[in-house]
């Protein structure tokens, strides 16, 4: 109980010492949140990212099989499907119609796909709400496509899909089977590749070794090596943020060390006259401990504030280039406000820990000295 | 109640700037009594006052106090005793910038763990004791040189030590407000307290208050 009072205390006298060097602590503060901030806001949004296309790849296919032809990739004949689907443990196979379209005019790469589940009427097309935005198109227009033989084809806008799926269908334009092998030459009895079904998930490494066997010239790729590529590619692009921003923490580091261990003279005569009056050295330590924390926890706070705000509430204008962008149609969606204990306790130890060791270990030596030096002072 | 045997007490020692700020000094210091150490400017008043008080330990010679030797104790033990044991006025009051009178004069507490609420009530008492209670809540930097010191006397009591020791106390104050010290060191003795005062001011050791002058220079006992 007497412990608790004399921490209490101290605490008590620390905040007030604080406040008296509030424009130099106020200023410290700042900095050190805003630098808070900016990996707060790296790490928050790398992970909402990631998890978003977690969520999104839940709906994908176990399994894809490619045909490869002299280590790249080609139609798959549609007759690979009844071989495949013979595999004990297949519960079904599809075919898929994909490819990319590069339109000039904008400079703009699109996924067109072809989706049979939509019933898309020949001539139309749905598109995702990037292409929407970067063709300044309504739901009413048409759009030229050029041709593998450089003729154009005119493509009726059936209607814009939904903003809640952007993250994948920003830059995707559905379109019927007929159009898509008109378009890119696309020989009949073929697709670009096929999609799996399987029963148990236990069982895919199985199957897909099967279909090595089976079929030498395909490669199948598993959902979790989809979802392992995702992981990497984020965490690549956030791992480089934080490596931007890590001059930024170092001068930070700098400036913080150089306050905590650069006691001025009148903060050197209060520890003095502290000692004087029967502070030990510990409770000198004690008081340094409660400034390190007090400083370090409340810019640690408030960093972590705004770089929720800033990732979850605004669209993120800081690092939205450098974490979501590819090619030029951003994916424009509201991420969903998710905090990791791991990743909050990773921030925590990564910036409240070494400011407070840091004004701790040096303060050590400036909190032996002789308490007699205020009787001569 | 402390006794000083051959004590010295050497700064700097084995450097060329070595200096001897008090050499051979065996003294007695009787409880409930005001002894004042007298003398010019580098005679040694300080510093003795300093290994009175545990504030600093002799380079060699014993100090013992009621009985217990206490040149050996480790700081900690050094630094609970001057806690419990002394109350120091300094020269320059010595107060800390930036808070109020009331929360230097709990400062001395905080690490003894007593409750806030108790200790602030204590606190309180002490200035209304010395009549600055309308000052508690004003920060030292706006106080006189009267009440700083009020303040500084009622710091030194806030542990309710058995010594009190002033250095150079009426150093900044003119002589109504060197009287009105003194007057008060008067009801702490009548209260109990043991007075060591460090001054060469005549209005301290030729106070009826005080009971005994010990003369210093070079050093050494005159």
Redesign the interface.
Known sequence: MRWFEKQKNILDFTLSALWRRKGKNITLVSVYAFVVFLVASVVFLTGAVKGEAERVLVEAPDMMVQRLVAGRHDYIPLSYMKTIGDIRGVQNVKSRLWGYYFDQTNSANYTLMVNDELDIQPGSILIGSGVARNLLVKETGSLPFRTYDGSYVFMKIERVLDEALDLVAADLILLNGGDFRRIFLTPEGQATDLVLKVKNPREMPTIARKIVALLPDTRPILREEILRTYDAVFEWRGGLSILVLSGAFLAFLILAWDKATGLSAEERREIGILKGIGWETSDILQLKFWEGVAVSFTAFLAGLLLAYVHVFFTPAVLFEPAIKGWSVLYPRFQLTPHLSVYHVSTLFFLTVVPYTVSTILPSWRAASIDPDIVMRA | MIQVRDVRKVFNTGRPNEFVAIDGVSLTIEAHRTTVLKGPSGSGK??L??LLGC??RPTSGRISLLEREITSLP??FL??I??RSFG?I???F??????TAL?NVM??????????SS?KRRAMELLELFNVGAKAASKVEWLSGGEAQRVAIA?ALV?DPMVVIA?EPTAHLDTRLSREFMEIMGTLKANGKTLIMASHDPIVHESSVVDGVVEMRDGRLV
Do not use: H
Request: proline residues 5%; positive net charge.
């Open positions: 300080t510093t006052l300093s504030m600093a700081e900690r630094t609970d001057r806690r120091f300094f020269q320059q010595n107060l800390i910038k930036g808070i929360e400062v001395p507490a905080y690490p003894t763990g007593e409750r806030y200790l710091r542990n250095d």
